[in-house]
């Protein structure tokens, strides 16, 4: 005879309540929230009304009304087109000088360095934020200015005979010149290019570096087919985080340039403050930010933002 043994009890998972689903759905929102207020606050409203005061005519005696003058726009764009263009121009100057700066250091940092002294470094390079942006520029007035040592310098080696020929320099002074203001904003924005470029070069496996010697490949050729390809993440955070600031700088060009050389910051600054056209000043703003969105857009693209992480 035959006995059968019992069958095991089966383990019934249990099931959550039903009502707990929703409030776990609901977390990621919750968590936003703080953000999404933020953004509101202290970004959509004010483009909101930025947006209606570039559309208002009036005077700061009679008052501002919206009459949806959008012919502000294009009277701020031809009164300041070559202030645009000056802040393009030297923020592309300054982003290049940046690049060229910044890569050596970071890759010096990131695979020459020690631990010790790339500690050192990297808080010698973020050392300058704890000074105030305004003090580190009118330092570069004394640094500058005329019969100091640099410009002193310069014109032993004949440097300022070439800067004068490209029109970045003025006779045997650098100070209220092209040069000057591009100076100040690859000096005060170079920290932006460091730190994203020091980060994608020291995510790179150094193995790498060893199977392209190994392959027989010189130094330079590692860098060109191995280094800076994968540290394009950087390269492309990196310039975006320096030009944008730069185009609407406008501390640089009002300390360390002249009248000539003023960018479009200036011009809203004028506008804003002294001039107390309040419509233009806003339309420029608009024309600034949707110009340097266009660019950054293009540039993206172009880039590859596929690993830009």
């Not at 998972?13 to 929102?29: D, G």
């Not at 000088?97 to 500690?119: D, E, H, M, Q, S």
Request: proline residues 7%.
């Amino acid at each position: 005879m035959t006995t059968t043994a019992p069958a095991a009890p089966s383990q019934a998972v249990p099931l959550e309540p039903a009502e707990r689903k929703p409030k776990r759905k609901l977390t990621p929102y919750w968590l936003l929230l703080p953000g999404i207020v933020w953004l509101v606050v202290f970004f959509a409203v004010p483009m909101l009304y930025q947006g209606s005061t570039s559309l208002q005519t009036g005077s700061l005696e009679e008052g501002f009304k919206v009459t949806w003058h959008f012919s502000t726009y294009w009277d701020a764009v031809v009164e300041y087109k070559w202030h645009f263009v000056r802040s393009f121009s030297y923020a592309a100057v300054a982003t290049v000088l940046c690049l060229v700066i910044g890569y050596p250091l970071a890759y010096t940092i990131a695979f020459k360095a020690n631990r010790r002294w790339r500690n050192v470094i990297l808080i010698l390079v973020i050392a300058p934020f704890f000074t105030s942006f305004l003090i580190r520029t009118l330092a570069w007035k004394t640094i500058l200015s005329d019969g100091g040592p640099v410009v002193g310098a310069l014109n032993a080696l004949h440097v300022l005979d070439v800067t004068n020929a490209l029109g970045l320099t003025s006779g045997d002074r650098v100070l209220a010149t092209p040069l000057a203001v591009v100076c100040g904003l690859t000096y005060n924005f170079l920290p932006f290019m460091i730190l994203p470029l020091y980060t994608s070069l020291e995510r790179i496996d150094p193995r790498l570096h060893e199977a392209a010697g190994d392959l027989y490949a010189r130094p330079f050729t590692t860098f060109r087919k191995v280094t800076f390809p994968i540290s394009l993440p950087g390269v492309v955070a990196g310039t975006l985080l320096t030009f944008i600031p730069a185009s609407g700088d406008y501390i640089n060009a009002q300390l360390l340039g002249s009248p000539s050389e003023q960018m479009v910051g200036n011009g809203i600054q004028k506008q804003f403050l002294n001039v107390l056209d309040y419509p233009t000043a806003a339309a420029l703003s608009f024309v600034l930010m949707a110009l340097i969105l266009g660019m950054v857009t293009v540039y993206m693209r172009k880039a590859g933002t596929e690993e830009l992480v």
